[in-house]
């Protein structure tokens, strides 16, 4: 199945610069004063930076800031991470004291009964063994007072005294223990609820991880595409683009990658045509007569690389990629060696953008009188410039 042409998202938030300096801060928070402080600052950077990440913009951040993005959104994973696990080991660890606490109270109430009954055994006994006071007019007036006093006296003297403290050390004992397990179950929820939410973190980690990386492909795709469309016109622009997308390609290398697309018509053919020497489809002719009219009109005689053959890509792919329908057509480019986009995936390829020259030299530069008058009079004329590219115009400025 052939993949069609998609478009480059577009976004114009411009954090490189926030990010990087986020990032550097990583290695100065190692002055904090406790191993605890440490893990929650780097956090607090890990997150921050995830989020400058996804501002990023793909199409005109240079290669070494998107790398840059590609490890903060891994940070910013890897934090929400080991705050789940951080988090499940305290789950864990309440759960361990709550239940040696009902072990504990198990245990003691079971010797609270046997405490009772050996002090109830003893009452007895020291009631039955009871052998007068020797004062029988006492007795004789109220022997259930002269009983109770004896029976306090053999308590007194040791015989029912022991059981009677070890009852109530173990009353004392179960209630610290009570205290301890309805403590830990109050924590142990806690720390679940805590779990929850962390994972749901994860999962908003996760989306703007493959959202970003989604583009950054996007990006590497269409770059890759502008090489080989280059290579005839400025073959070391064409290696210098190569080079930097090879950075993007290893930052993402170990990333999982995004093979959505849908195919092009089976059989399209695009009709091609040559105006002022430049190839192009023959839907916007016009259009690009017009345009380099224009531009002649300006002082600015103008030339370029148009249409180029989808089979040529096709070929690369073989080579780089591999020869089965997957690897010619769905195989991300960063798996090829040398990482080589996707047939299809060019405006060059529909004959529908123009690599522009002056002078026999690719446009470079933004700054100059050319770059001026293309982007004051292309509009007029359909054609609009990629960002990352000032060489680049197209009808849709992919």
């Not at 997150?47 to 590609?70: C, F, G, H, K, N």
């Not at 003297?157 to 070890?166: Q, S, V």
């Not at 993402?252 to 018509?265: E, V, W």
Request: net charge negative; charged share 25%; glycine share 8%.
């Amino acid at each position: 199945m052939r993949p069609a042409l998609l478009t480059p998202l577009r976004r114009r938030a411009a954090a490189a610069l926030a990010l990087l300096g986020l990032l550097a801060s990583v290695s100065a928070i190692a002055s904090a004063q406790t191993p605890g402080e440490l893990r929650e600052e780097r956090k607090k950077v890990q997150e921050e930076a995830a989020d400058l990440a996804a501002e990023v913009d793909a199409i005109t951040e240079d290669a070494d800031s998107l790398a840059e993005a590609i490890v903060a959104l891994q940070a910013g994973v890897d934090a929400q991470q080991a705050a789940i696990e951080a988090a499940q080991r305290s789950v864990l660890e309440a759960e361990t004291i709550q239940a040696e606490a009902e072990r504990a109270i198990a245990d003691l109430e079971a010797e609270q009964i046997g405490a009772r009954e050996l002090l109830r055994r003893a009452a007895v006994d020291s009631y039955v063994s009871f052998q007068g006071t020797g004062d029988l007019e006492a007795f004789a007036a109220d022997p259930w007072a002269a009983t109770r006093e004896e029976t306090l006296v053999e308590y007194g003297t040791g015989t029912g005294l022991e059981e009677l403290d070890r009852l109530r050390s173990i009353d004392a004992e179960l209630e610290q223990q009570r205290i301890i397990a309805a403590e830990a179950s109050v924590e142990a929820e806690a720390r679940r609820v805590e779990v929850e939410l962390r994972f749901n973190e994860l999962d908003a980690a996760l989306q703007r991880q493959e959202a970003i990386l989604l583009e950054i492909e996007l990006r590497l795709e269409s770059r890759l595409s502008e090489v080989a469309a280059l290579e005839s016109l400025d073959a070391q622009l064409a290696q210098e683009i190569r080079v930097e997308e090879q950075k993007i390609a290893d930052a993402i290398a170990s990333r999982p990658g995004s093979g959505g697309s849908i195919t092009l018509p089976s059989g399209t053919d695009i009709e091609v045509t040559t105006v002022r020497g430049i190839v192009v489809n023959v839907l916007i002719a016009d259009q690009v007569e017009g345009l380099l009219a224009a531009m002649a009109a300006e002082g600015f005689t103008l030339g370029g690389g148009g249409y180029r053959s989808i089979e040529s890509q096709i070929r690369l792919r073989r080579a780089n990629c591999g020869t089965s329908e997957y690897a010619i057509w769905e195989m991300p480019a960063r798996q090829c060696r040398p990482p080589t986009a996707r047939p299809g995936l060019s405006q060059h390829e529909l004959g529908l953008a123009i690599d522009i020259t002056y002078n026999g030299r690719v446009l470079r530069s933004r700054d100059g009188d050319v770059f001026r008058a293309l982007a004051r009079i292309a509009p007029d004329y359909g054609f609009y410039n990629l960002p990352s590219e000032p060489w680049h115009w197209s009808t849709t400025g992919g």
